[in-house]
């Protein structure tokens, strides 16, 4: 059975998935079980390092500062549009030398930031450690990485390292 689901979680939350987005029928249900047995077994032929979580105590309230963040994104980025006046707002790039180097700590680290509306994670060199995002109204650079440093790279060393 491991050889057919090497990723039962994963599987099954494809077949469900699939029927969510179809409807509820036998021909459906093979079609994304079919589906779920490919990309589990592709997920398995990638072969991905399990992560090892130090205080996973810490996730969910690292999910609510996330879920606060980008709530108070998503009305500042409307505000922003709404308003119209774009003059003193201007947009750009910032660097950010991280610390963190677990892969899986930097993947949880792009879903947040790219999720935050006003963000986008566009680089990251691995040997330098040095992250670029790009931020949709930069007052202060200065800020932007001591943000990223305490409020998420911070708890995500804690997490995973």
């Known amino acids: 059975m491991s050889r057919v689901f090497p990723y039962p979680v994963l599987a099954a939350s494809l077949v469900l998935i699939w029927l ?3 409807s509820f ?5 093979l079609l994304g079980t079919a589906v779920a047995v490919v990309a589990s077994q592709a997920m398995a032929a990638l072969r991905p390092a399990k992560p090892r979580l130090r205080r996973w105590q810490l996730i ?3 999910v609510g500062v996330v879920v606060l963040d980008i709530l108070r994104s998503n009305v500042a980025v409307a505000t922003l549009i709404l308003q119209g006046d774009r ?5 750009g790039f910032v660097s950010i030398p991280l610390d963190l180097r ?3 700590g930097l993947a949880v680290l792009a879903c947040i930031v790219t ?9 990251y ?3 330098s450690g040095v992250l670029l995002i790009h931020v949709l109204d930069l007052a202060e650079e200065d800020e932007w990485v001591t943000l990223i ?9 804690e997490i995973f390292e």
Do not use: H, I
Request: neutral net charge; charged residues 25%.
């Open 87 to 91: 003059r003193d707002r201007v947009s």
């Open 125 to 127: 060199a691995a040997d």
């Open 20 to 22: 969510l987005l179809n």
């Open 25 to 29: 029928s036998v021909g459906q249900f």
């Open 102 to 104: 677990d892969k899986t």
């Open 60 to 62: 969910p309230w690292l």
């Open 115 to 123: 999720s935050t509306p006003g963000t986008a994670w566009v680089e």
């Open 149 to 157: 440093k305490t409020r998420y790279e911070a708890v995500l060393m």
